[in-house]
Nanobody
Framework: VQLQASGGGLVQAGGSLRLSCAASGRTFSSYALGWFRQAPGKEREFVARINWSGNSTYYANSMKGRFTISRDNAKNTVYLQMNSLRPEDTAVYFC????????????????????WGQGTLVTVSS
């Protein structure tokens, strides 16, 4: 599976962005997809995950109610809608794929994901 993230950019605090991650590969619909982010000087941080079918999602606490993860298996694409953005959301955002397609406790750990996209930069100005 190859992943290509896009949609990052510069936005003012309180604004919105939608990130996309397009995947290649015939088995896309069997993978769980996740979003992580990494700010300068910080470790990679879990953001959200969606299971293989799209009917189950999980969010980091600080993103609940502001971010929404979704997927379109017909388009081999996963999305991250980000609303009410804050300066502390500034980071490079990565999408990742996990062949274990469900929701499980270790899903917040980056090395549980086999495939990664290249990242897209989100900058939120105050």
């Amino acid at each position: 599976v190859q992943l290509q993230a896009s949609g990052g950019g510069l936005v003012q605090a309180g604004g919105s962005l939608r990130l996309s991650c397009a995947a290649s590969g015939r088995t896309f619909s069997s993978y769980a997809l996740g979003w992580f982010r990494q700010a300068p000087g910080k470790e990679r941080e879990f953001v959200a995950r969606i299971n293989w079918s799209g009917n189950s999602t999980y969010y980091a606490n600080s993103m609940k109610g502001r971010f929404t993860i979704s997927r379109d298996n017909a388009k081999n694409t996963v999305y991250l809608q980000m609303n009410s953005l804050r300066p502390e959301d500034t980071a490079v955002y990565f999408c990742a794929a996990d062949s274990s397609g469900g929701i499980r406790p270790s899903m917040v750990i980056p090395h549980e994901y086999e495939y990664w996209g290249q990242g897209t930069l989100v900058t939120v100005s105050s």
